[in-house]
């Protein structure tokens, strides 16, 4: 926008300047022209009222510029000059105004007692434009000067007009990846300030429908308590022990995963968490590494050795390498190597799991799908995880033929 507009003012101007520009230097030209000939006209006339007198000499001496007077006798007094047909056209008795080759002549008629004199002045080109290059310059630097002010200011305008819109993009940029305390700060034109103001109304909308949401989710989750509470009692009462202990299993199980929606729930809405991806990684690999070591698998681990923090929490980023190192077990032969590495990145961090295994379809991404008999969800997880951190997951052949999933977690 700011090119654009420095584009459409530049243009704007140069129009207007040389409207304006090229009139002036013509009249700049002519006025000079007019004022050398209007010299040239006054020594001559002052010669002129010499002539028949016999301060004729001393008169064409006096004068500062080539003088030439023919008398009418035929004689020359003065430079040297040929007796061209404008000369013969003043001898007639008329003034006259005439080409020359190098510049101009004036001849102005004058009588005498022997007949009629013409005075001939001399006006070169270079004192026609003497002044005149000058003052072009003058004017172009002028019109180049009011260009470049122009541009100048068309990008001072059009900056107040693109930096409210540059934040405006950042603050939903940031809402788009899971930050909802980002807020636009109205400036700019009305029209902008308008903008932010609504966009900051929609995120704050956002905010208290997804925190409605979740409480909505965590009271539901209570009052499933109850009827739980009815099963662990029924459970109870049952006669065989057996039956009452693996119903009574059940209900505990149901209740774990109904207190993790309300944790998870109630962890949601309090915000985005972090933690530090080398920590979480290189514990959850060497939690992994038994079962390696046991089906004889060759793991390589490569991780920073300080710590990447990234704006997701530690529980699901655990969840997250789980779920890809538990694909690589549960879908590839024992004894397959396998590769972990996790990579800083100028936007977070990218972890990286790849094995030598036969690899899977990138449609095991869409979520239920699964080409092994699981429920496809593991994936699913990750992607909406990295997705939540505002980054994403990508699937691809690892150089050993096998699967390599690639995500990308963004800096807190």
Do not use: Y
């Amino acid at each position: 926008m700011r090119r654009w507009l420095a584009l459409l003012v530049a243009a704007t101007t140069s129009l207007v300047l040389i409207a304006l520009l090229v009139p002036m230097a013509l009249l700049i030209r002519a006025v000079a022209e007019n004022g050398a000939m209007s010299r040239a006209t006054t020594a001559a006339e002052s010669v002129a009222v010499a002539v028949g007198t016999d301060e004729l000499a001393v008169a064409v001496e006096q004068v500062s510029r080539p003088v030439t007077v023919f008398l009418p006798g035929g004689g020359l007094l003065g430079a040297k000059a040929a007796r061209s047909d404008a000369v013969r056209l003043a001898a007639t008795g008329r003034s006259v105004t005439a080409e020359a080759p190098g510049g101009r002549e004036v001849l102005v008629s004058a009588q005498s007692p022997e007949g009629t004199a013409v005075i001939r002045v001399f006006v070169a080109d270079a004192e026609l434009m003497r002044g005149v290059r000058e003052a072009w310059l003058a004017l172009l630097l002028l019109g180049l000067g009011l260009v470049v002010l122009g541009i100048v200011l068309a990008d001072r305008l059009a900056l107040a007009v693109t930096r409210p819109v540059d934040g405006l993009a950042r603050v939903s940029h940031r809402l788009a990846g899971g930050d909802l305390s980002a807020r636009a700060e109205p400036g700019g034109p009305p029209e902008v300030r308008s903008v932010a103001l609504a966009l900051n109304h929609l995120a704050a909308r956002i905010d208290e429908l997804l925190v409605a949401e979740r409480e909505s989710v965590a009271d539901l989750s209570h009052r499933l308590r109850t009827p739980l509470t009815g099963l662990r009692l029924d459970a109870e009462s049952l006669r065989d022990p057996e039956e009452a202990a693996r119903v009574q299993a059940r209900v505990d199980a149901l209740e774990r995963a109904v207190s993790s929606v309300i944790t998870e729930a109630r962890r949601r809405s309090a915000g985005r968490e972090s933690c530090d991806a080398a920590a979480v990684v290189r514990e959850r690999v060497r939690f992994w590494s038994v079962l390696a070591e046991d089906q004889g698998r060759e793991v390589t681990v490569a991780l920073p050795d300080g710590p990447l923090p990234v704006a997701v929490g530690a529980e699901e980023l655990a969840a997250v390498v789980d779920a890809l190192l538990g694909n690589v077990f549960a879908h590839t032969p024992e004894g397959v190597s396998m590769a972990v590495r996790l990579q800083p990145r100028p936007t977070g961090a990218l972890l990286t799991v790849a094995d030598a295994g036969p690899g899977f379809e990138p449609a095991l991404l869409e979520r239920g799908n699964s080409g092994g008999g699981s429920t496809g969800l593991g994936l699913d997880i990750a992607r909406r995880t990295a997705e939540s951190s505002g980054g994403d997951l990508t699937v691809s052949r690892s150089p050993d033929g096998g699967a390599r999933v690639e995500v990308l977690l963004s800096r807190p």
